[in-house]
């Protein structure tokens, strides 16, 4: 794997060993970094706390960051600066909307649930870049999770596709933006993979069963995998790449 010793990540949505951001979590703890943890509410920090706990580097910076709340976020970056000084980068690895919403018909999206999906999912993004940019002063890596939905329509991804579509166009102007100061912006498209959140998606099965009929590579994408794609832009080794979004889904977006 890369080495990414004396480097420090902030990981930003893990809510437990399914979640993405673990996998993420996993490469970059075995490259030897030092990694941040931030979580959205109290009902996730024990089994973020647990869970850290397990990986091999010691890892003592595990924060509250509720991405809806301008004071909290700032809050959040402002003890990563006590404490931790500068960033090399971060992983967001945060969606949510109403699991109503992520069934039936397109237009029975209430203005509500739109919102709260695209405050949640894509916002959120352009917020912590702000506060993670003074931490970055020697130039940094973020990296933000997407999903096919946000390009093609996909069953029942519906609000969350065009929250995507949102994530994965803030993704380009934040690196337009952030290029001069050194800090790249990328964006992984992932495969399906099942997670606390992915249950919220009706009719899941057939969607993980589809890739493995018809992706090139006939299998489903793994957190690991997603894991090593981070790591590598996060590293210095993806030094010319920005505002690009890599597929890491077996190949299935070329159909
Ligand atoms: O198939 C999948 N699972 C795919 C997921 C395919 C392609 C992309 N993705 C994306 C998701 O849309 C999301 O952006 O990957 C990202 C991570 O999702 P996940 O790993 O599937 O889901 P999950 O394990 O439920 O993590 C979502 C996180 C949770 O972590 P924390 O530790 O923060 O609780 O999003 C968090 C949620 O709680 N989250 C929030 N974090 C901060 N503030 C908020 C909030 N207000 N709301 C939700």
């Given at each position: 794997?890369?080495?990414?010793?004396?480097?420090?990540?902030?990981?930003?949505?893990?809510?437990?060993?399914?979640?993405?951001?673990?996998?993420?979590?996993?490469?970059?703890?075995?490259?030897?970094?030092?990694?941040?943890?931030?979580?959205?509410?109290?009902?996730?920090?024990?089994?973020?706390?647990?869970?850290?706990?397990?990986?091999?580097?010691?890892?003592?910076?595990?924060?509250?960051?509720?991405?809806?709340?301008?004071?909290?976020?700032?809050?959040?970056?402002?003890?990563?600066?006590?404490?931790?000084?500068?960033?090399?980068?971060?992983?967001?690895?945060?969606?949510?909307?109403?699991?109503?919403?992520?069934?039936?018909?397109?237009?029975?999206?209430?203005?509500?649930?739109?919102?709260?999906?695209?405050?949640?999912?894509?916002?959120?993004?352009?917020?912590?870049?702000?506060?993670?940019?003074?931490?970055?002063?020697?130039?940094?890596?973020?990296?933000?999770?997407?999903?096919?939905?946000?390009?093609?329509?996909?069953?029942?991804?519906?609000?969350?596709?065009?929250?995507?579509?949102?994530?994965?166009?803030?993704?380009?102007?934040?690196?337009?933006?952030?290029?001069?100061?050194?800090?790249?912006?990328?964006?992984?498209?992932?495969?399906?993979?099942?997670?606390?959140?992915?249950?919220?998606?009706?009719?899941?099965?057939s969607?993980l069963h589809e890739i493995e009929e018809k992706a090139?590579?006939h299998r489903?994408?793994?957190?690991?995998?997603?894991?090593?794609?981070?790591?590598?832009?996060?590293?210095?080794?993806?030094?010319?790449?920005?505002?690009?979004?890599?597929?890491?889904?077996?190949?299935y977006?070329?159909l």
């Amino acid at each position: 794997s890369i080495s990414l010793a004396g480097k420090t990540y902030v990981i930003m949505g893990v809510a437990n060993k399914r979640s993405i951001a673990w996998g993420i979590a996993r490469s970059l703890d075995q490259s030897g970094a030092r990694l941040i943890f931030t979580y959205a509410g109290e009902r996730f920090e024990k089994s973020v706390r647990d869970l850290v706990a397990t990986l091999d580097g010691n890892h003592e910076l595990i924060l509250p960051c509720d991405v809806t709340d301008d004071q909290s976020v700032e809050q959040c970056f402002a003890a990563i600066k006590e404490q931790a000084g500068s960033i090399d980068g971060l992983a967001h690895c945060i969606a949510f909307a109403k699991t109503e919403e992520l069934a039936g018909n397109f237009s029975d999206t209430s203005r509500e649930g739109f919102l709260l999906a695209q405050n949640i999912s894509s916002y959120s993004l352009t917020i912590i870049a702000k506060h993670a940019k003074p931490l970055m002063s020697e130039g940094g890596s973020i990296v933000a999770l997407t999903y096919i939905g946000g390009e093609r329509v996909m069953p029942n991804y519906n609000v969350m596709g065009v929250a995507k579509a949102s994530l994965e166009m803030s993704v380009r102007y934040l690196a337009a933006d952030l290029g001069r100061a050194g800090i790249r912006v990328n964006a992984i498209s992932s495969g399906p993979i099942r997670t606390l959140s992915s249950k919220g998606v009706s009719d899941f099965n057939s969607i993980l069963h589809e890739i493995e009929e018809k992706a090139p590579l006939h299998r489903n994408t793994t957190p690991e995998e997603v894991g090593d794609t981070a790591a590598f832009l996060l590293s210095d080794m993806s030094r010319g790449i920005t505002g690009e979004t890599i597929h890491v889904d077996s190949g299935y977006h070329i159909l």
